[in-house]
């Protein structure tokens, strides 16, 4: 495991070690305080972030090593110098590299490139790191992931892709519920579908709300136009406006069903205020788990 560009390019037995280190990390963070001791990462953002910057800069720290943020004007990727001469000359500098940017393909040609380790920080196709902080929030929320029902309401997008491999390698039953035309990646679909069945789980795809969120233990919305799509704001709102998920919503669900976002979230659109801030919400047990599933990503790649 070189790097870490898709949970697709995870097995089930490779997860669950991610899954069983985070959980040490997260009992006994002292013992982890040296291991990553005289390493750097660097972290190269063509968006703007929160938690994927501090998450990964605080990591690294309480891990005992260093991390450096290359902004979109200090290395303009692919612009001011060729994708592979960055690669090539970080690899020089630091022992890995987290790529925060638009096109998954930029992702692929910096790893192909380095001769170091390089984590998908999210691109427009895929955020593995967000999608295995998810499920293993729900794996500790429910102690197994086996029988338990995922709903992703709203766009069919790089986290819903990610939650799909996630879900079908694990065991954890996953409902899509999207307008028509804003459905996930269709090759992310049928190869989640056919590795689900291997697990005896379910991945199923709908075009309503309420028939996706029936029964579910868990609901999962994103916002509805992602960095880069601002200008599809007010369509988006039109189109999705019966994908929100709100008190309403909520009633179709298992009872005290939980609810997740992966930030930032547009209060008011794809999720009510009331449901982010009442007692189902485990949003921000999951932005926390980001810090840990990654500071687990980053002792298997670089120790």
């Known amino acids: 495991m070189k790097d870490f560009i898709s949970v697709g390019d995870l097995n089930a037995a490779e997860i669950n070690e991610i899954f069983d280190l985070t959980g040490q990390l997260k009992q006994d963070k002292a013992k982890f305080a040296s291991v990553l001791a005289?390493?750097?990462?660097?972290?190269?953002?063509?968006?703007?972030?929160?938690?994927?910057?501090?998450?990964?800069?605080?990591?690294?720290?309480?891990?005992?090593?260093?991390?450096?943020?290359?902004?979109?004007?200090?290395?303009?990727?692919?612009?001011?110098?060729?994708?592979?001469?960055?690669?090539?000359?970080?690899?020089?500098?630091?022992?890995?590299?987290?790529?925060?940017?638009?096109?998954?393909?930029?992702?692929?040609?910096?790893?192909?490139?380095?001769s170091i380790s390089v984590i998908n920080?999210?691109?427009?196709?895929?955020?593995?790191?967000?999608?295995?902080?998810?499920?293993?929030?729900?794996?500790?929320?429910?102690s197994h992931l086996n029988g338990v029902t995922l709903a992703y309401v709203g766009d069919g997008n790089n986290?819903?892709?990610?939650?799909?491999?996630?879900?079908?390698?694990?065991?954890?039953?996953?409902?899509?519920?999207?307008?028509?035309?804003?459905?996930p990646d269709k090759a992310v679909l049928k190869d989640a579908k056919a590795q689900a069945a291997k697990v005896g789980s379910s991945i199923e795809l709908f075009h309503d709300a309420q028939?996706?969120?029936?029964?579910?233990?868990?609901?999962?919305?994103d916002v509805w136009a992602s960095m880069g799509q601002e200008k599809e704001a007010a369509k988006r709102k039109k189109i999705f406006k019966e994908f929100q998920i709100n008190t309403r919503l909520l009633k179709s669900a298992a009872k005290n069903a939980l609810v997740m976002h992966c930030l930032p979230a547009h209060r008011g659109e794809e999720i009510t205020a009331e449901v982010m801030d009442s007692p189902n919400s485990i949003v921000f047990d999951q932005a926390e788990n980001r810090m840990h599933v990654q500071k687990a990503i980053l002792i298997r790649l670089l120790k």
């Not at 970080?90 to 930029?106: A, C, M, P, Q, W």
């Not at 999608?131 to 794996?139: E, R």
């Not at 028939?211 to 919305?221: Q, S």
């Open 121 to 142: 920080g999210l691109s427009d196709f895929s955020h593995p790191c967000q999608a295995m902080a998810d499920v293993y929030t729900i794996k500790e929320k429910f």
């Open 211 to 221: 028939e996706a969120v029936k029964g579910v233990d868990v609901i999962y919305t």
């Open 38 to 114: 005289g390493k750097t990462l660097a972290l190269i953002f063509q968006k703007p972030s929160n938690r994927t910057r501090v998450s990964f800069e605080v990591g690294m720290y309480q891990l005992g090593g260093n991390s450096i943020y290359l902004s979109l004007q200090e290395i303009n990727l692919g612009v001011r110098e060729s994708i592979e001469d960055v690669a090539k000359t970080l690899s020089r500098y630091v022992d890995g590299i987290v790529l925060r940017t638009f096109e998954h393909k930029n992702v692929l040609e910096l790893a192909k490139a380095a």
């Open 159 to 183: 986290v819903c892709n990610s939650l799909l491999y996630a879900c079908a390698k694990t065991g954890l039953n996953m409902r899509i519920g999207c307008p028509k035309g804003y459905e």
